[in-house]
T-cell receptor
Framework: GNSVTQMEGPVTLSEEAFLTINCTYT??????LFWYVQYPGEGLQLLLK?????DKGSNKGFEATYRKETTSFHLEKGSVQVSDSAVYFC??????????FGSGTRLQVQP | DTAVSQTPKYLVTQMGNDKSIKCEQN?????MYWYKQDSKKFLKIMFS???????INETVPNRFSPKSPDKAHLNLHINSLELGDSAVYFC?????????????FGSGTRLTVV
């Protein structure tokens, strides 16, 4: 079935550093791909998505490009802020009409 | 207006008790879900309902029973609680059965069994 693999965290960066969180997927066909963010003590929020190959999803300075050649959907941001500290999840639909999530990557941004 | 609301936010209870968690969404979505998040942040689907019909029923103990009185509500009842049930439980909803739309999540219910 469909699955995603994320890089393990935590990722610790200084403010204004460049961020990359790797996500690779295994899927039948070309399902939509998602990044969700979970701030401390909160539920998950949709950060961005891409619905087809070569699409770029973007939101709040974050970007991810749906690359079928490398089966990847890496999350990037050019300059992180302390407020970006959270857990980030890559996700895609399973064949059973539910989202399956990666294991999550914790980002810690230091001032 | 809260889109997906769960109650209670925190629940501390003793082993062997029975408890319920309630979820309501005001987005007009057709499909609702329960996920369990463990202490390592791993998320696992438990159940999903589409228009009050059970669609997904993952391998969870029979002590867990979902109930959807209408498409805006999905409750989770847990019998004979065990220590291993301690986790954060998230309700979510989506438009239609195609999860390509993504989900809207509630803020979670942190269940602690002592």
């Amino acid at each position: 079935g469909n699955s995603v693999t994320q890089m393990e965290g935590p990722v610790t960066l200084s403010e204004e550093a460049f961020l990359t969180i790797n996500c690779t997927y295994t899927a039948t066909g070309y399902p939509s791909l998602f990044w969700y963010v979970q701030y401390p003590g909160e539920g998950l929020q949709l950060l961005l998505k891409a619905t087809k190959a070569d699409d770029k999803g973007s939101n709040k300075g974050f970007e991810a490009t749906y690359r079928k050649e490398t089966t990847s959907f890496h999350l990037e941001k050019g300059s992180v802020q302390v407020s970006d500290s959270a857990v980030y999840f890559c996700a895609l639909p399973t064949g059973r009409r539910a989202l399956t999530f990666g294991s999550g990557t914790r980002l810690q941004v230091q001032p | 207006d809260t889109a997906v609301s769960q109650t209670p936010k925190y629940l501390v209870t003793q082993m062997g008790n029975d408890k319920s968690i309630k979820c309501e969404q005001n987005l007009g979505h057709d499909t609702m879900y329960w996920y369990k998040q463990d202490s390592k942040k791993f998320l696992k689907i438990m159940f999903s309902y589409n228009n009050k019909e059970l669609i997904i029923n993952e391998t969870v103990p029979n002590r867990f029973s979902p109930k959807s009185p209408d498409k805006a509500h999905l409750n989770l009842h847990i019998n004979s609680l065990e220590l291993g049930d301690s986790a954060v439980y998230f309700c979510a909803s989506s438009q239609g059965q195609d999860s390509g739309y993504g989900y809207t999540f509630g803020s979670g219910t942190r269940l602690t069994v002592v």
